[in-house]
Structure formats: C-alpha cells, structure tokens
C-alpha cells in the first residue's frame, strides 16, 4: 500500500529543509565547545551553538521521512535522497515507497518549485482559503509558479472558517480561482 508524504512548512517557506536544534536534532552547546559535525549558530539562544552531529553507523533520516543511510554524493539512490546535514558532504539514501509531496501555505516563488522538484517532490498542495474565511491571493501566484517549475499534479485545499457559511466559502475560493483560469485539483 501506498502512503502519502505531507511536509508542512508553517512559516517562512524555504526549500532548504535542514535541521536544527528546535527539530530536537542538536544540541546547544557553549560557542567554544567542539563539535563532530555541523554547527548552527542561529538554533540557541544568547551565545549558545547548534551541535548537529554527523550520522552514527553511516544511519541517517529524519522523524518525517524515515531512516536511510549516507550515500556519496555521485552514488545512485533507489529511494529517496532527502538533505541532511546528518551525512556531512554525502547525502541521506532512504528507502520508501509512496509519493512526496508538500503543503504551502505561504507564497511559492518558481526556485522554492523548482528546488522541491529536483530534491524527489512529485505534487504540492496550495492552501486557497484562509481561516477567517477569505481566498488567500497567494494561491493562483503559488499555482503558476509550481506550474513553470515542472509540477503538473497541482491541488488547494480550504482552511474554512467555522462561524461562516461553508458553501460560500467554497464558491468564494473557487470563483476566485478560476477567474484567473488556473489549473488545479481537487
């Protein structure tokens, strides 16, 4: 059976999916303590660092993801291979089956696409509706720049607001979209 991969990404909308000490990856450590492995300096706070130590036994992953192995940066992957700072200069292999995809609920620029496509995402979410029951107008910019990035698998979804009227919400959303003639699904 296949499963689906959804990747929220809440606030500033980056490509670059790292880690940090707030993914509960790291640990802050005194700036003049050593680490083996990659150093954050915006994870802790006052003078404190980021210690994120390379992969034990060669393992990697993430808690969204699931657990692979550094491979070198030229060897083939049959997985997926997923950005880790885990693995130093190679790169995280991890075995999965299913699609990867991704929800945004901010503005998409056609690099964050064209970065997700090449880093193994097959299709994208786009919210079209903002809680307090508004379209959100960063839905058909987001849909044409996922568009001229390669995706061809292209959804929205609503975040309703609970005190107003549900089918007006949805013609609302949907009226907005296509009066600029966007191509979505469901």
């Not at 689906?4 to 990856?25: E, H, K, P, Y």
């Not at 657990?67 to 950005?83: A, E, L, M, N």
């Not at 693995?87 to 995809?101: A, D, F, R, V, W």
Request: hydrophobic share 35%.
């Amino acid at each position: 059976m296949e499963f689906i991969l959804f990747i929220f990404l809440l606030s500033v909308v980056q490509c670059a999916l790292g880690t940090s000490c707030r993914d509960n990856t790291g640990t802050c450590i005194a700036s003049t303590s050593s680490c083996n492995g990659t150093l954050y300096s915006y994870a802790c706070s006052g003078t404190d660092i980021c210690c994120v130590p390379f992969a034990k036994n060669n393992n990697c992953g993430t808690t969204d993801v699931g657990q692979g192995k550094c491979v070198s940066s030229s060897s083939s992957c049959s997985g997926t291979t997923w950005p880790t700072t885990f693995c130093g200069s190679n790169k995280c292999c991890i075995e999965m089956s299913g699609t990867l995809g991704v929800d945004i609920s901010e503005l998409g620029s056609v690099n964050f696409f064209q970065c997700l496509k090449a880093s193994g995402f097959e299709y994208v979410i786009i919210r079209a509706s903002r809680s307090l029951g508004i379209v959100d107008h960063n839905a058909v910019p987001s849909i044409l720049n996922a568009l001229s990035a390669g995706f061809s698998d292209i959804d929205v979804y609503i975040f309703p607001d609970s005190r107003q009227n549900a089918t007006k919400q949805m013609y609302n959303m949907v009226d907005y979209l296509n009066q600029d003639g966007v191509r979505y699904g469901t």
